[in-house]
């Protein structure tokens, strides 16, 4: 922090970047260092260009907040560039955000640490070439029960994402999700109530805020993840209490187990017998007026000003 107490912090929010992911990045920016402003802080925001290291070097700033959605943003690289600048920054280091980013790894943690998750298969686009798909895609369906998830192995904002219902939408599905990413992960649908739970740790350990349910008309794709009226919220979600505590302590557990810092987001299903699904996590967790976090935050009756600049002075401590 700066040398005389009473000066705001400053903070140095990353956003924006070459991802599909770009304009929630930037969203998500915004929206931050208004809340920042408003709490008293400093915060100013930079695009991820050629100039990043020597601005860095040359404002010092006592915190930087990377906000940087997809790959460059979420899979460690951007972190380890921090950490080789010497600057402090808010959430996950490279290896937490490395677990985290890549969906297959994250969940093989979770399920060694006694998580459920749904039944998978990951598959890289260069086996589909060498053994055929028809021949690959074939082995999937007798292994895995319809319906199935097609995604991106590392991605988000459900970008490159397929529902497949019928053995014949598969294929369709694959090449979707190989336009977001070079290997995809096929999982057994769950049915029930798809929640989003963030956890926030200001220095006294990791809780969860309450879990927001999302309920959509369609699937939770893209457009109904950043466009206002294709997607209900209910916050706190519409479930009994001991359920409500289970998705909680799953939400927890994956900040815990993948080695996360003060915040996070798990999404997650629970199912009609009321057990928490592990399906992924997010070390930076979109901030934009429709995003699942500030929603978390409001339904704790939290002020997001107050808690951002919380978060900031605890990323700013290292």
Same mark, same amino acid.
């Given at each position: 922090m700066s040398e005389h107490s009473a000066d705001p912090l400053? &903070?140095?929010?990353?956003?924006?970047?070459?991802?599909?992911?770009?304009?929630?990045s930037v969203r998500s920016g915004r929206r931050v260092a208004e809340a920042l402003r408003a709490a008293g802080a400093s915060a100013t925001v930079h695009d991820l260009d050629a100039g990043l290291l020597e601005h860095l070097q040359q404002a010092r700033p006592d915190v930087v907040w990377p906000l940087l959605h997809g790959s460059t943003g979420e899979d460690g690289a951007v972190r380890d560039l921090l950490s080789l600048a010497d600057v402090a920054f808010v959430g996950s280091d490279s290896a937490g955000a490395r677990s985290t980013w890549f969906k297959p790894v994250a969940k093989s943690l979770m399920e060694r640490a006694g998580a459920r998750t749904p039944a998978?298969?990951?598959?890289?686009?260069?086996?589909?070439?060498? &053994?055929?798909?028809?021949?690959?895609?074939?082995?999937?369906?007798?292994?895995?029960? +319809?319906?199935?998830?097609?995604?991106?192995?590392?991605?988000?904002?459900?970008?490159?994402?397929?529902?497949?219902?019928?053995?014949?939408?598969?294929?369709?599905?694959m090449v979707h999700c190989f336009s977001y990413g070079e290997t995809a992960l096929i999982e057994q649908a769950i049915q029930g109530r798809e929640l989003a739970v963030s956890v926030i740790d200001t220095g006294d350990g990791p809780r969860a805020l309450p879990a927001v349910e999302i309920v959509t008309d369609g699937p939770y794709d893209y457009d109904a993840r950043y466009n206002a009226g294709r997607t209900e919220y209910f916050a706190p979600a519409r479930l009994?209490?001991?359920?409500?505590?289970?998705?909680?302590?799953?939400?927890?557990?994956?900040?815990?187990?993948?080695?996360?810092?003060? +915040?996070?987001?798990?999404? +997650?299903?629970?199912?009609?017998?009321?057990t928490p699904w592990f399906l992924e996590s997010n070390v930076a967790p979109g901030m934009t007026e429709t995003s699942l976090f500030p929603q978390a935050v409001h339904a704790a009756g939290l002020s997001t000003d107050a808690l951002y600049l919380d978060l900031a002075r605890e990323g700013a401590r290292g």
């Open positions: 400053d &903070v140095f929010i990353l956003a924006g970047g070459l991802s599909h992911e770009r304009e929630v998978s298969v990951t598959l890289p686009q260069s086996l589909f070439r060498q &053994v055929g798909a028809a021949a690959v895609l074939g082995r999937v369906l007798e292994r895995l029960p +319809l319906p199935l998830v097609v995604k991106p192995a590392a991605g988000g904002s459900a970008l490159g994402v397929t529902v497949v219902t019928e053995a014949a939408e598969l294929p369709q599905a009994t209490p001991e359920q409500l505590d289970a998705a909680h302590r799953l939400a927890v557990l994956a900040h815990q187990q993948l080695g996360l810092a003060q +915040l996070s987001r798990t999404d +997650l299903i629970v199912d009609d017998a009321g």
